[in-house]
């Protein structure tokens, strides 16, 4: 009697849904939507322990947090699926696992630059994008932002797109500073680009960004405004959010 019911406590409980191996670390499926069958999806990795003492390709660390999706991502997707222009080219900064890239791709985006420092969230992307059949749209390349800003062929360069996406990327005050760096460069030099910014209350590094772009752009009434809140009409957008108000579907 006690084996089987420690047989039926097996079957009972909730076990991860592995999907694969990316270089050989667990992971697991991310829908935007949990209960839609043909949701746009990306991978994460499944414990942090899977990545302990695991390195990149250029022999840093991998960053577990560059491999999770986080609430910011989750409404910069959804805000993709509702305004994005399917003509346009994106390109998302400090990607992680890259969903709003993905579903962007999903939506019919004509090209799209998955970028982030950490070459295994770029590996997540690659797998995601080979999945759904998204390979020939979605082209990841690694980008620090915390760099001088450049466009060009070189290996740091900034790709040319339509839309730029910043989801909660303000980690520290120099990628912050960075951010607001590339955009400066962005709106003085791609013609027609628009940025989104997408950041949760609770960084206190997005300020540092707020700053650097009301004295670039000369406003003193820039401001974080709710997605609601969206007009099509500007360039910069900055969208503010709660977390804990973030849908899950």
């Not at 466009?151 to 607001?180: C, K, Q």
Request: aromatic share 8%; with cysteine.
């Amino acid at each position: 009697m006690i084996l089987q019911m420690n047989l039926l406590l097996i079957f009972l409980l909730p076990i991860p849904l592995y999907s694969l191996k990316v270089s050989g670390i667990k992971v697991h499926q991310v829908p935007l939507r949990q209960n839609d069958n043909d949701s746009p999806f990306c991978y994460a990795v499944s414990s942090a322990l899977d990545v302990m003492g695991q390195r990149n390709s250029n022999s840093k660390p991998i960053n577990f947090l560059a491999s999770q999706v986080w609430p910011s991502a989750r409404v910069a997707a959804s805000a993709l699926e509702a305004h994005m222009d399917p003509s346009w080219t994106v390109c998302e900064f400090g990607c992680g696992p890259a969903l709003p890239s993905l579903v962007a791709a999903r939506s019919g985006a004509k090209k799209v630059y998955a970028t982030d420092l950490d070459s295994f969230a770029l590996q997540l992307v690659d797998h995601a994008s080979r999945v759904q059949n998204l390979e020939g749209i979605v082209r990841t390349k690694l980008i620090d932002i915390t760099k001088p800003p450049n466009f060009g062929e070189s290996d740091n360069s900034i790709p040319t797109a339509d839309l730029y996406i910043f989801s909660d990327v303000f980690e520290s005050p120099d990628v912050a500073r960075g951010a607001a760096e590339a955009s400066c460069a962005i709106l003085q030099q791609v013609e027609h680009s628009r940025i989104w910014v997408f950041a949760q209350s609770d960084r206190a590094s997005r300020e540092d960004y707020l700053k650097a772009m009301k004295g670039f752009l000369d406003d003193s009434q820039l401001a974080w405004a709710p997605l609601e809140q969206y007009d099509s009409r500007r360039r910069l957008c900055l969208f503010d959010l709660d977390e804990t108000m973030v849908s899950y579907g």
